[in-house]
């Protein structure tokens, strides 16, 4: 009758059991070492930095480079404190052939909400700038009738033809905060030099 085999014992070195025996607080600093030195790195990616979305661009000046290449002058209403400009931009005519001056607002309760401004606009280009959202009614702002254009879950748009030009204001802030640069974009054409300065200051407003 075969006689079972006994197993082999392993035989390791003095170093090798060593490193067997090593304490597990050493594998857990090792990896809190590498954590750390990860940690900076991490932090400084993770999360957008705030100035990006706090920028404040100076919008007359930008407006004062783009008003040689329009066909009027480029809005840069005059807003309370606590407004802040994040871009401010002027979009020569594409594949709708509308250029226009266009100007992004973060509002003092840090909502956003946009200008955009054309002499050249069409049915189709005002749709397609207003989300296709349908005319719901108006709102009177200052004595002047702006169109409102809103349709459930997307931003609403408030639009206002006068002196020549078309004027969106277009976001998802309060009434009282479109009011606001409502009433300011108002305050601007209005305003003497801003009528002197027109090729053609026929009011083609439909205001009641």
């Known amino acids: 009758m075969n ?10 070195t003095e170093q090798q059991a060593k490193r067997v025996n090593a304490p597990i607080g050493g594998m857990i600093i090792s990896v ?10 991490w932090l400084l990616n993770a999360f957008p ?17 783009v008003a040689p290449v329009a ?12 407004w802040t400009s994040n871009f401010a931009r002027w979009t020569t005519g594409g594949a709708d052939g509308v250029a226009h ?7 003092a309760d840090q909502e956003f909400l946009s200008l955009t401004q054309t002499a050249e606009a069409n049915p189709t280009w005002l749709a397609q700038q207003t989300e296709e959202a349908p005319p719901v009614g108006k709102r009177k ?9 809103h349709q459930p879950e997307i931003e ?3 639009v206002l033809q006068w002196k020549g030009t078309t004027v969106i204001v277009k976001g998802t802030a309060s009434d009282q905060e479109f009011d606001v640069l409502a009433s300011a974009v108002t305050d601007e054409l209005s305003s003497p030099a801003e009528s002197s300065s027109k090729p053609n200051t026929q009011a083609t407003s439909q205001d009641n």
């Open 156 to 158: 609403r748009s408030l």
């Open 71 to 82: 066909q009027f002058n480029p809005l840069s209403p005059d807003l309370p404190d606590g």
């Open 101 to 107: 001056w266009k100007v992004g607002y973060v509002t």
């Open 3 to 12: 006689e079972p085999r006994e197993t082999p014992t392993p035989v390791i």
């Open 49 to 65: 930095k705030e100035e990006t979305y706090q920028r404040d661009i100076n919008v007359q000046a930008q407006a004062d480079r």
């Open 32 to 41: 809190l070492v590498c954590a750390l030195a990860f940690l900076p790195i």
């Open 141 to 149: 702002i200052d004595g002047h009738s702006w169109q409102i254009r």
